[in-house]
């Protein structure tokens, strides 16, 4: 079954539906801060998306697109999405939301990067995604992984 993955607004009620989510971590703080920082901008286009069921927000993310010339992740570096904070509600989780979410992310057809959470790495891997090869070498505090649109290697790239 498909679900359909809106824009999120970015107005008091996405505020109050974000604060709903049980996760309050850093990332889950700045998410907060973030739209909070946009509604006072009120032009800004959101990054944020999401699923209601009925009048209810049970999945979220942010998709941001990137510059190539802030790529560490790919070669040669290249325009990509970064996808952040996806949490489905708890009552929700394990019925396609999460997986619909990536879905709509892949749909744009860019390589997509994520830091996963802790304990999602089976999530994602089921979802395509691999860990980042390229550029080792760094050590920006992260585990990212990588997804590829189809028929796009990393060596391809």
């Known amino acids: 079954m ?73 070669e040669p570096a290249q325009d990509y999405l970064e996808l952040w904070k996806l949490e489905v509600l708890p009552d929700y989780q394990k019925k396609g939301y999460g997986a619909q979410m990536v879905e709509f992310a892949k749909s744009f057809g860019l390589p997509i990067k994520t830091n996963p959470r802790v304990q999602s790495h089976d999530f994602w891997e089921k979802m395509g995604f691999e860990k980042v090869t390229y550029n080792m070498n760094r050590d920006l505090g992260q585990n990212p992984l990588v997804w590829y649109p189809p028929g796009v290697t990393e060596q391809q790239q």
């Open 2 to 74: 498909a679900f359909k993955v809106e824009n999120l607004r970015i107005n008091y009620k996405t505020l109050e539906d974000f604060n709903k989510f049980r996760e309050i971590g850093l990332q889950e703080l700045s998410m907060k801060e973030e739209l909070e920082t946009n509604m006072v901008e009120n032009e800004s286009e959101s990054p944020f998306y999401g699923i209601y069921l009925g009048n209810k927000l049970i999945a979220r993310m942010n998709l941001y697109r990137r510059d190539a010339r802030f790529d560490l992740y790919f």
